[in-house]
């Protein structure tokens, strides 16, 4: 299969491809792409009702194998200096045989999640925390790449965790991934003020950021200050910007109205997603943003 079977939209900086991540990574061209800044959909937590989706596997270990074996495709098509980035939270494993039933937390869930249902032990005890953000990361260094950091996004605004015997969750992460050991990292436009303001110095790794309040139709955006750092120190001026589960195209909008002559390359399997990144890239692009940097 060629890579253009695949594509939805192409236009002077952006290219949209329709179809599962990893076999469309597969098709383009080798060390292509200056930095990659994705968020992949988290385990049990939505149904896009697309088949070939991540998310809804049986067990686990089998969501964590397939996210690697698409950043395991991202490897060849990443230039050697890049950098990725990987937005994900964590789970627990529910176990309450009850599907059908009110989920207090959530209400508007209703579909058969996968922790929902008895699983095998030990991993999959009722109320355990099943670590699937460092499970991952784990299973990316055993697969090659350097992780550089854990960044905690800490949810100034969080849903309520309504619980009453552990602490209610309010972070995710965001993984900084590497291939060798120098790597193209703008530190002047991330760094921060250190020393009363005469010094600067690395942006620390926790982050505090609302979740996103915006109009857009895709029910899992992400917030476009939680991808800031990763753009603006991963993407060089005319770079490429790639997002393997791109949604409504939030991290490929913020590359072009951020860092000058870049270009976006995106790939989902939702028809609706790609339509709506469609719109509100070709908006973006005719509304000629002013470039920030
Ligand atoms: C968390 S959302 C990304 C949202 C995006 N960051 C934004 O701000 O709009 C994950 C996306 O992954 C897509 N997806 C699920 N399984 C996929 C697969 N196998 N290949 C490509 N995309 C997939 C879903 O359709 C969904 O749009």
Request: glycine share 6%; hydrophobic share 35%; net charge positive.
């Amino acid at each position: 299969m060629k890579k253009d079977e695949f594509l939805f939209f192409r236009s002077s900086n952006i290219a949209l491809y329709r179809g599962d991540a990893a076999q469309v990574l597969k098709l383009l061209p080798k060390a292509s792409v200056d930095c990659i800044v994705t968020s992949p959909p988290y385990y049990g937590q939505r149904d896009y009702k697309i088949k070939d989706q991540i998310g809804l596997e049986v067990h686990p270990q089998e969501y964590i194998d397939r996210l690697v074996a698409v950043f395991h495709a991202a490897k060849r098509v990443l230039k050697p200096s890049g950098s990725l980035w990987v937005n994900l939270g964590d789970t627990y494993w529910s176990g309450k045989g009850k599907p059908g039933g009110e989920d207090k937390k959530q209400k508007n869930r209703r579909f058969l999640r996968p922790q929902d249902k008895s699983g095998p032990r030990p991993l999959c005890a009722p109320k355990q925390l099943l670590l699937i953000p460092h499970r991952f990361a784990i299973a990316m260094q055993d697969d090659g790449w350097i992780v550089r950091n854990d960044n905690v996004w800490y949810k100034v605004n969080p849903t309520p965790d309504p619980v009453e015997d552990r602490s209610a969750s309010v972070h995710e992460y965001v993984f900084h991934f590497v291939l060798q050991r120098r790597y193209h990292y703008h530190y002047k436009a991330v760094s921060v003020p250190s020393n009363g303001g005469n010094m600067k110095k690395a942006p620390p790794s926790v982050w505090h950021i609302p979740t996103a309040t915006n109009f857009k139709k895709h029910v899992a955006v992400f917030p476009e200050e939680l991808i800031r750092v990763p753009v603006l120190a991963s993407l060089p001026q005319n770079g490429t910007l790639l997002d393997p589960f791109c949604g409504s195209g939030t991290a490929l909008e913020y590359a072009m109205s951020h860092v000058k002559g870049s270009k976006g390359i995106g790939i989902d399997l939702s028809l609706s997603a790609l339509k709506e990144a469609r719109k509100l890239l070709t908006l973006a692009i005719e509304n000629n943003k002013p470039l920030k940097s």
